[in-house]
């Protein structure tokens, strides 16, 4: 079945720091990809995507890649800030319009 | 995008009994979600909300528990019916559709706690 394997957290890195989460996903037919935000006590917010194989997706600093050789999609941002810290979520979209979550690694930056 | 609200935004009630969530989306959508997302854990898919017709449901979710309707394109409720502690989640509403460019939205979601 489709599945998503992310790094588990939870990731502690420091103001400045790279920051790079992994995420690999099942090669059932051409799935769409996504990374999702949840801020502390909030919802999900989108925050990146890409629908085809060497698509780059990119917002606030952060970017991902969807390698279809490794069907790798990881989430990189090469200076993290306080205001960061959240749960990251990698998506994979079925043609059944249907996602399948990650379990979400956690992300604290400390100042 | 879009932009989907929910009522209520949190709730703390006794076992046995039931909680109608509320999900507004602020245009008219094609497919409407809804998911739960269990203390420090993912996000599962309990139904797709579908427009005139009844909901499907997910494996391990059956409408007995949680009913849903929809009765129009921008709005759709879920019961959390017979509650019991286990059932203390976040309730997330999503949709996606035309203009959407085949991506889901997600609202801001509805605490539940169970005692």
């Known amino acids: 079945g489709n599945s998503v394997t992310q790094m588990e957290g939870p990731v502690t890195l420091s103001e400045e720091a790279f920051l790079t989460i992994n995420c690999t996903y099942t090669a059932t037919g051409y799935p769409s990809l996504f990374w999702y935000v949840q801020y502390p006590g909030e919802g999900l917010q989108l925050l990146l995507k890409?629908?085809?194989?060497?698509d780059k997706g990119s917002n606030k600093g952060f970017e991902a890649t969807y390698r279809k050789e490794t069907t790798s999609f990881h989430l990189e941002k090469g200076s993290v800030q306080v205001s960061d810290s959240a749960v990251y979520f990698c998506a994979r979209r079925g043609s059944n319009y249907k996602l399948t979550f990650g379990k979400g690694t956690l992300l604290t930056v400390n100042p | 995008s879009a932009v989907i609200s929910q009522k209520p935004s949190r709730d703390i009630c006794q076992r046995g009994t039931s909680l109608t969530i509320q999900c507004q989306v602020d245009?008219?959508?094609?497919?409407m979600f809804w998911y739960r997302q269990q203390p420090g854990q993912s996000l599962t898919l309990i139904a797709t909300a579908n427009q005139g017709s009844e909901a499907t449901y997910e494996s391990g979710f059956v409408i007995d528990k949680f009913p849903i309707s929809r009765p129009n394109l921008t709005f759709s409720t879920l019961t959390v019916s017979n509650m019991s502690p286990e059932d203390s989640s976040i309730y997330l509403c999503?949709?996606?559709?035309?203009?959407?460019?085949?991506?889901?939205?997600f609202g801001p979601g509805t605490r539940l706690l169970v005692l």
């Open positions: 890409a629908t085809k194989a060497d």
């Open positions: 999503s949709v996606e559709g035309h203009g959407l460019q085949e991506t889901q939205y």
């Open positions: 245009s008219q959508v094609t497919m």
